[in-house]
Nanobody, 116 residues
Framework: VQLMESGGGLVQAGGSLKLSCEAS????????MGWFRQAPGNPQELVAS???????YTADSVKDRFTISKDNAMNTMYLQMDSLTLDDTAVYYC???????????WGQGTQVTVSS
């Protein structure tokens, strides 16, 4: 499975961005996808995840501001990010895998920078 993120960039605080992650290869092996982020000096943080059945998880730090979604085929996943703050600045990674090993595949990451 290969994962390709897009949609990162520079945005002012309070603005919005929408990240996309396109999966290719053996996508039938994917049962859960998600987004991690990592800011300099900080550990990786699970931001949100979504299963093939549509069950979602969103971290408390972004709840009510970020929304995860996917297409029916589970080959494209999205992260709508609204009301962005400086603390959201990080590299965002798309992650996918089967339930037994759902951090199995990682994308290259896309930079999100929020400016004041």
């Amino acid at each position: 499975v290969q994962l390709m993120e897009s949609g990162g960039g520079l945005v002012q605080a309070g603005g919005s961005l929408k990240l996309s992650c396109e999966a290719s290869g053996s996508i039938s092996d994917i049962t859960i996808m998600g987004w991690f982020r990592q800011a300099p000096g900080n550990p990786q943080e699970l931001v949100a995840s979504i299963t093939t059945g549509g069950t979602t998880y969103t971290a408390d730090s972004v709840k009510d501001r970020f929304t995860i979604s996917k297409d029916n085929a589970m080959n494209t996943m999205y992260l709508q990010m609204d009301s962005l703050t400086l603390d959201d600045t990080a590299v965002y990674y798309c992650v996918a895998g089967p339930y037994s090993d759902w951090y199995k595949w990682w994308g290259q990451g896309t930079q999100v920078t929020v400016s004041s």
